[in-house]
């Protein structure tokens, strides 16, 4: 079965206007460092009340990605890196309060891969650097409850395709949000390699983000123009768990390769 659109934008009303014409399940949210002053977030609130109004039933806030000079990695320690762990610990939290009263959702990433090392660096061990990680999602799992999940990347912190990863993260408990890019990437362009890690983590899976990928770097590419096989993803999603198409766009206020890569999986899902 086809998943249902489900698209991105910011909290920009061009762009939202763009993803509402064309009817979608889900819209998730790109939010960035300035949605968190208290305009912007005045904004964002506004925005999320205007999509849910009309008439969207799945709503996603996706964390900011970036501040200042970093991306938001949960492992980023509090006396080495105060004001990123401070912008962490209060965005999380306001956007998890944010979920709780619009009952929508709140992602997470579990980590990402840019200045990883960096902080991976901090710790005596990547055990310890990733029982930090665990630590602090367990903690903001607790707070958001129903209303957050956690995304993988392709850093060693917190990614899928290891068995024993896996196993792990699914010991929390977490709800999980499964981007196909990230884990195709992780396993250096291995499809029965994401096959298998989508049927292992599907009982805990609630969101999807579909992306192709040539499997070297992050290349957010439309479904089809990379080497994921996705006649075989296909009957491994579940068609009652959200999703979106992440794809890089050549103009933002146009949503064109997200509407692209959901007619190239409708034709997928014909010839199955």
């Known amino acids: ?118 902080f991976i660096d901090c710790y005596d061990s990547l055990a310890d650097a990733r029982k930090a990680s665990f630590e602090r999602m367990d903690r903001f799992a607790q707070i958001g409850g129903n209303h957050i999940m956690f995304e993988n990347s392709i850093s060693p912190i917190f990614s899928y395709g290891d068995p024993a990863m896996e196993e792990r993260i699914l010991q929390h408990h977490y709800r999980l949000a499964f981007d196909t890019s990230h884990c195709f990437i992780d396993l250096h362009g291995d499809n029965k390699g994401l096959q298998a890690s989508l049927k292992h983590l599907q009982p805990q899976i609630v969101h999807y983000h579909l992306v192709d990928s040539m499997g070297v770097t992050h290349d957010s590419l439309p479904l089809g123009q990379g080497k994921i096989n996705w006649q075989t993803v296909l009957p491994l999603l579940n068609p009652n768990d959200s999703s979106i198409y992440e794809i890089a766009l050549h103009n933002n206020n146009h949503c064109a390769e997200q509407l692209a890569s959901h007619r190239y999986l409708q034709s997928i899902s014909q010839q199955n």
């Open 1 to 118: 079965m086809l998943p249902r659109l489900g698209l991105k934008g910011s909290s920009d009303m061009a762009q939202i206007n763009d993803r509402l014409s064309y009817h979608p399940f889900t819209y998730e949210f790109f939010t960035q460092v300035s949605d968190f002053t208290p305009t912007g977030f005045t904004h964002l609130q506004q925005a999320v009340e205007y999509v849910k109004k009309a008439g969207v039933p799945h709503i996603v806030l996706h964390h900011p990605m970036q501040f200042k000079e970093w991306h938001t990695e949960l492992i980023a320690p509090a006396d080495r890196y105060p004001e990123l762990y401070a912008f962490v610990e209060q965005s999380t939290k306001m956007l998890i309060q944010l979920a709780k009263d619009q009952d929508v959702q709140c992602l997470v990433h579990g980590s990402y891969a840019n200045e990883t090392q960096q």
